[in-house]
């Protein structure tokens, strides 16, 4: 089996009819990552998630002394925000036959997979792939598919962010035939909402752009695509693990996202899934700490830092898996995920991202400050990383 995306994700608890239930020394150990209730705090302000909308660095009345902001902060497209419970897929493989179809195998040889999570995969002479319980899904084909066989990647020759600037005007040499860059993401966006397995609730936003190049002229494309709901973003590169709860390494925060790869004009040669849960449950909330409080809190939480450069802000769900790391796996089926909105303040740290490892590797060169926008709980992952400043 491929190796999957890394990307990573937080949240909170509750309970579900269709969902496995949390024990109770679990729920008691995981009240240290939050309150469900929102709190009204001193010194702090609020908005209604409409007017999330109409924030630019031009409407802000505070500037925080220790943080430089980028020039672009958009939340035009949040439509709603509050605490929402996902679900992971459960018997999701019953569908691994149409799958196949749906990527042009045809009755492919399965091989069961030997953990309870695991799911199929399959390997024909030009295709692999997998599909398993908890709704994930993968497969990989292509030229480029064998050079990662080899680990002998192409050179990165462009990284594009595109949660932070527009477009570039590039064309690619997608197998001999030329095309730009946007048309290549166009083509993407569109065979994404079509395709069946990614079909929900749930939306899906470029955010990163990865050109490599070989020896025989030939581009690869991989784009980065982040889930949304309602226009609020599912966050991948959130702190995954913590040594503090129950005595031993538990996950605390998903991983989410959506890679695929063009090498070929309008086709997908590998798409592989990190995440793709249902959405049972939603509080949406009146009213949400605004942006500019926000900043007092993230500015008190860094106040030992001089002037941070912050790459990008979003604002995103952390989701957390509600399970027993003793008896369950954090991937396996109907697992409850609670997601708490946040404020995500991203900054560049001294890591480079990795050219030849497989997959996004945007995290590598981020650390986050992360403002709970129900109860002001500022979290960042600045020990994670050995982060001393910019």
């Avoid at 992971?88 to 042009?104: M, Y």
């Avoid at 899906?204 to 494309?221: F, L, M, P, Q």
């Avoid at 991202?353 to 129900?374: C, H, P, Q, S, W």
Wanted: hydrophobic share 35%; charged share 25%.
């Amino acid at each position: 089996m491929k190796k999957a995306l890394l990307v990573p994700l937080i949240a909170g608890i509750c309970l579900l009819v269709g969902c496995a239930e949390a024990p109770d020394q679990v729920k008691e150990n995981m009240k240290d990552y939050g309150v469900n209730e929102q709190i009204v705090l001193d010194n702090v302000t609020y908005c209604s998630p409409a007017e999330l909308k109409n924030i630019t660095p031009d409407t802000l009345t505070y500037h925080p002394q220790n943080l430089i902001l980028p020039d672009k902060i958009d939340f035009s497209d949040v439509e709603d925000v509050g605490l929402v419970t996902f679900c992971s897929k459960e018997n999701f493989s019953v569908n691994k036959e149409d799958f196949a179809a749906q990527i042009g195998v045809v009755s492919p040889k399965w091989t069961k997979g030997d953990t309870a999570e695991a799911g199929w995969d399959f390997q024909t002479d030009d295709t692999s792939g997998y599909i398993l319980e908890n709704g994930r899904f993968a497969f990989f084909s292509g030229k480029y598919e064998k050079y990662v066989a080899d680990e002998n990647y192409p050179e990165i020759t462009n990284r594009i962010y595109l949660g932070r600037e527009s477009c570039p005007d590039i064309t690619c040499n997608l197998n001999g035939t030329s095309t730009s860059l946007q048309q290549v993401i166009d083509s993407a966006d569109e065979w994404i909402d079509e395709f069946p397995y990614l079909d929900g609730e749930l939306t899906y936003k470029i955010r990163t752009a990865y050109i490599r190049h070989d020896n025989a002229g030939n581009d690869y494309v991989e784009l980065f695509y982040q889930p949304m709901y309602k226009g609020v973003g599912l966050s991948y590169i959130t702190h995954l693990m913590d040594s503090n709860v129950m005595g031993s390494i538990v996950i605390v925060a998903m991983s989410s996202g959506l890679s695929v790869n063009i090498e070929s004009p309008g086709t997908i040669s590998t798409c592989v899934t990190q995440l793709n849960p249902d959405v049972v449950k939603e509080e949406m909330a009146d009213k949400v700490i605004d942006f500019d409080s926000a900043l007092k809190l993230a500015e008190e939480k860094l106040s030992g830092f001089n002037r941070l450069k912050v790459a990008e802000v979003r604002i995103e769900y952390v989701l957390k898996p509600i399970y027993n790391p003793d008896k369950q796996s954090p991937y396996g089926e109907h697992i409850t995920m609670e997601a708490r909105p946040v404020y995500t303040f991203y900054i560049p740290c001294e890591h480079e991202e990795n050219n030849y490892e497989y997959g996004i590797t945007e995290a590598n060169g981020l650390v986050y400050v992360n403002v709970d926008m129900l109860d002001g709980t500022v979290t960042d992952n600045f020990s994670v990383n050995s982060f001393h400043g910019n």
